[in-house]
């Protein structure tokens, strides 16, 4: 099945620099990947997803990346602000709606 | 329009219990997706259901089942509960089932947070 890893694990940041959390899956059939953003005691929420027949997404301050030949996309915030403190979660989209997540990266944007 | 929610919260249990959550899927959704989240195996696939039928299953044993009803609810059951399923277990919706190929968004609920003692 498929394999998603997720780097860094912990990302910290001053306020308003950018940050930068990638991941490789192995499926080359995969085809959907989406951001999750999960705060303390809440469930991930979707932040922005790319499908495979696209190379870039941006919507404002987050932008998302996707390289199909080398099997890696990357989440790019760019003005980081203390309230992007969270934990991140990328995915790949298998069969059906089975996803597969990353392990997350903790995020601390410090003030 | 409402999210995706789930009931209870949290739940205490012993071991060798069982356990039933419910998900509510937002409206018009059809497709829902049971999630188990622990600090050392992440987010992990357990099952998703669409239209009444369980379509995809993850790699975990048979104590864990789930169903879904003709209104999209559906319910996850845990029977013997061991120490190793205290976890935050998470439902999401998505709008279609989604074939490969096909993209819809997945949505989740805030979550239940089960500790077994």
């Known amino acids: 099945g498929e394999n998603v890893e997720q780097h860094p694990s912990t990302l910290s940041v001053q306020e308003g620099d950018s940050a930068v959390i990638k991941c490789t899956y192995s499926?080359?059939?995969?085809?959907?990947f989406p951001w999750y953003k999960q705060e303390l005691g809440k469930g991930p929420q979707l932040i922005i997803d790319?499908?495979?027949?696209?190379g870039e997404k941006k919507d404002q301050r987050i932008a998302v990346t996707l390289n199909k030949t080398a099997k890696h996309f990357s989440l790019h915030i760019t003005e980081t602000q203390p309230e992007d403190s969270a934990v991140y979660f990328c995915?790949?989209?298998?069969?059906?709606?089975?996803?597969?997540f990353g392990s997350g990266t903790k995020l601390n944007v410090k003030p | 329009k409402a999210g995706v929610t789930q009931t209870p919260r949290y739940l205490i249990k012993t071991r060798g219990q069982q356990v039933t959550l419910s998900c509510s899927p937002i409206s018009g959704h059809r497709s829902v997706s049971w999630y188990q989240q622990t600090p050392g195996q992440g987010l992990q696939f357990l099952f998703e259901y669409f239209s009444e039928t369980q379509r995809n299953k993850g790699n975990f044993p048979g104590r864990f089942s789930g169903r879904q009803f003709s209104n999209s609810r559906s319910e996850m059951n845990v029977s013997t509960l061991e120490l190793g399923d205290s976890a935050l277990y998470l439902c999401a919706s998505s709008l279609v089932g989604l074939r490969w190929g096909e993209y819809n968004e997945q949505f989740f609920g805030p979550g239940t947070r089960l500790t077994v003692l």
């Open positions: 790319i499908r495979s027949n696209v």
């Open positions: 995915a790949a989209k298998g069969n059906f709606n089975k996803f597969y």
């Open positions: 499926d080359s059939a995969s085809n959907y």
